[in-house]
Structures are given as C-alpha cells and as structure tokens.
T-cell receptor, first 113, second 115 residues
Framework: DAKTTQPPSMDCAEGRAANLPCNHS???????VYWYRQIHSQGPQYIIH???NNETNEMASLIITEDRKSSTLILPHATLRDTAVYYC??????????????FGRGTSLIVHP | EAQVTQNPRYLITVTGKKLTVTCSQN?????MSWYRQDPGLGLRQIYY???????DKGDVPEGYKVSRKEKRNFPLILESPSPNQTSLYFC??????????????FGSGTQLSVL
C-alpha cells in the first residue's frame, strides 16, 4: 500500500475553511484515497474517498491533484466540533485482502473560536 | 440504526485471565476487523475477516484470537492477557462490494487494562 504523509497538527479559526493536505506520492493507479477523522477516543468516522476526480459530500470536499500524488480535504466552514485527528489513507479496493491495515498518526486539527 | 456495537466499553483484568470482547454489526457487512490504538502508534490492525469462517492476521495478531461463525459477530479473544495488551480496541466493518470497500464503520471502542 502507498504510504501517506500528513502534517502532525494544524489549526483553524471557527467558520473558516480548513484545508488538510496529504501526500501520497507512491500511490498506484487502483488505489483510492480515504479520509477519516477521530474525535477524542471515539471510533474513527469515515468522511470521504476518491480515486481521480474531486468529490464532495455533506461533510467535506476532497481535491485530488491530477497526478494523484497529493490530496486536500476541505472542511468548508469549520466548527469547534471539527476538532479531531484526521487520517488520510490510500488503499486498493479492487482485490481481496485487508482493506485498511494501518492508520498512521494523522493530522490533529484544532478549531479555535 | 446502523451500527457496530462493542462490549464492554471498559474492562480491567489481571494477567492470564481469559477474556472476550464482543463485536456485532447490524448492516449485513461481509468485512470485519479489529484494531488496537496506542499513543504514538496510530491504529494497528489485529485480525480481519472477509466473510463467515474466513479470518486472517493483520499487523499485530500475536496474543489474540478471533472467530467468525456468524456474519454479524466477530469476537476478539485474549486467551492469556498480558500488560502489553493494555490498549484501546476498535472493531470495524464494511461492505464487500468494490465501491464500498474501505468505507469502514467503527464501534465506539473498548478500553482494556491488564494489570
């Protein structure tokens, strides 16, 4: 599986957009980019995923560069409740085997008033 | 409500006393897995299961057992717990079909302390 690199921490003002980067320069053609977040010690929560095209859902937007070597998760209007650790993961989903073996350390996002 | 249910939420035990952490999902998911989370180490996969009676080792399987006799249940068994298994444990599940693989649903966690 391709490895990902994320900044260990970021902060953002409430109401502003939070842009969380992820580098996955070794990603291969059939690997998807997934984003999860974990609030305190709760179970991680799926946010969004994509392969090539940008994606948007009710929680966030995912922007994947054309070469697919990096991506950005965008929380358009961050709230205090978005304070969490955000994980970027790449994983092939077209074959058998474990889907997501390991979550790295992620980015700790702090949204301040 | 679609969910993954783990029990217990907290567990304190002593070295060598067998224990089981239960995990159940009501979404008819084929795939289930167990993770442990330790400070500074992220979430590491212990075991996973692609379907009933199909299980495989993850990154850190030593000291753990699992079984998948029914689709909805995937218990984690510690036959002889040791203090280094003190950790926060999560169960997760997802659908098998391609576009949903990797979209994991997690339980709320089990904090285990082995004295």
């Amino acid at each position: 599986d391709a490895k990902t690199t994320q900044p260990p921490s970021m902060d953002c003002a409430e109401g502003r957009a939070a842009n969380l980067p992820c580098n996955h320069s070794t990603i291969s053609g059939n690997e998807y980019v997934y984003w999860y977040r974990q609030i305190h010690s709760q179970g991680p929560q799926y946010i969004i995923h994509g392969l090539k095209n940008n994606e948007t859902n009710e929680m966030a937007s995912l922007i994947i560069t054309e070469d697919r070597k990096s991506s950005t998760l965008i929380l358009p209007h961050a709230t205090l409740r978005d304070t969490a650790v955000y994980y970027c993961i790449v994983r092939v989903t077209s074959s058998g085997g474990s889907y997501i073996p390991t979550f790295g350390r992620g980015t700790s996002l702090i949204v301040h008033p | 409500e679609a969910q993954v249910t783990q029990n217990p939420r907290y567990l304190i035990t002593v070295t060598g006393k067998k224990l089981t952490v239960t995990c159940s999902q009501n979404m008819n998911h084929e795939y289930m897995s167990w993770y442990r989370q330790d400070p500074g180490l992220g979430l590491r996969q212990i075991y996973y299961s692609m379907n009933v009676e199909v299980t495989d080792k993850g990154d850190v399987p030593e000291g753990y057992k699992v079984s998948r006799k029914e689709k909805r249940n995937f218990p984690l068994i510690l036959e002889s717990p040791s203090p280094n298994q003190t950790s926060l444990y999560f169960c997760a599940s997802s659908l098998e079909r391609n576009r949903d693989k990797g979209k994991l649903f997690f339980g709320s966690g089990t904090q285990l302390s082995v004295l």
